[in-house]
């Protein structure tokens, strides 16, 4: 059986011999884009001198906000997903536009999606929804000190805002209920503490 202190070493032996120039990138070409993202083909050398076409989805990142009332409730939405057909339940959240600063977006996407607005911001963290498909990063914010607005939802959504506490978030997770792959990343980082740290 493997001690903590030896299985910490191990990770930390791992990520320093996966330095970022283990990889070089010869070419890189948009094979289509769209208002949201590119597809994009890489050729590049990999550590042992060999070459690799890489296909991936290209973004500007996105946000996602943990809003919480001063009730200790916090916002979530629920709204039909087309690529799943299923009604998803997920933190307020969407793209992040060109040259655009994220706790900007983050703002917009709460007042846009719910109504509400926040008095104080706090960054959570970063994460990478799926590091094989895309080189997007979320960019996650605890937002306190709320206030409601009218909500101005993009004309494609149709979103239901519901309040719900610690606990029973925790029980939409464990039951599968909360599906949504962004949320539930974002929601382990608030309960990891990650805003203490930025």
Same mark, same amino acid.
């Given at each position: 059986?493997?001690?903590?202190?030896?299985?910490?070493?191990? /990770?930390?032996?791992?990520? =320093?011999?996966? +330095?970022?120039? $283990?990889?070089?990138?010869?070419? +890189?070409?948009?094979?289509?884009?769209?208002?949201?993202?590119?597809?994009?083909?890489?050729?590049?050398?990999?550590?042992?001198?060999?070459?690799?076409?890489?296909?991936?989805?290209?973004?500007?990142? &996105?946000?996602?906000? #943990?809003?919480?009332?001063?009730? @200790?409730?916090?916002?979530?939405? %629920? @709204?039909? *997903?087309? /690529?799943?057909? *299923?009604? &998803? #339940?997920?933190?307020?959240?969407?793209?992040?536009?060109?040259?655009?600063?994220?706790?900007?977006?983050?703002? *917009?996407?709460?007042?846009?999606?719910?109504?509400?607005?926040?008095?104080?911001?706090?960054?959570?963290?970063?994460?990478?929804?799926?590091?094989?498909? +895309?080189?997007?990063?979320?960019?996650?914010?605890?937002? %306190?000190?709320?206030?409601?607005?009218?909500?101005?939802?993009?004309?494609?959504?149709? #979103?239901?805002?519901?309040?719900?506490?610690?606990?029973?978030?925790?029980?939409?997770? &464990?039951?599968?209920?909360?599906?949504?792959?962004?949320?539930? $990343? $974002?929601?382990?980082?608030?309960?990891?503490?990650?805003?203490?740290? =930025?």
């Amino acid at each position: 059986m493997i001690s903590m202190d030896h299985s910490q070493d191990q /990770l930390r032996n791992h990520s =320093q011999d996966q +330095s970022p120039n $283990a990889f070089r990138t010869l070419t +890189s070409t948009v094979q289509h884009a769209n208002p949201y993202w590119e597809y994009r083909l890489d050729r590049y050398e990999l550590w042992n001198g060999n070459e690799a076409d890489y296909w991936y989805a290209h973004t500007h990142g &996105s946000v996602f906000v #943990i809003a919480r009332t001063d009730e @200790q409730c916090f916002v979530l939405t %629920e @709204q039909m *997903r087309y /690529l799943n057909k *299923r009604m &998803s #339940i997920e933190f307020p959240g969407g793209g992040l536009p060109k040259d655009v600063d994220p706790a900007e977006q983050a703002r *917009r996407e709460l007042r846009e999606e719910t109504g509400y607005e926040a008095t104080r911001w706090t960054k959570l963290g970063e994460f990478n929804p799926m590091n094989g498909l +895309s080189d997007e990063l979320c960019h996650v914010y605890l937002a %306190e000190g709320l206030k409601l607005g009218t909500a101005q939802p993009d004309p494609t959504e149709n #979103i239901a805002v519901r309040l719900v506490d610690e606990a029973h978030i925790n029980e939409l997770c &464990s039951t599968n209920k909360i599906w949504d792959g962004m949320t539930l $990343a $974002a929601w382990m980082l608030y309960k990891c503490g990650a805003g203490q740290r =930025q």
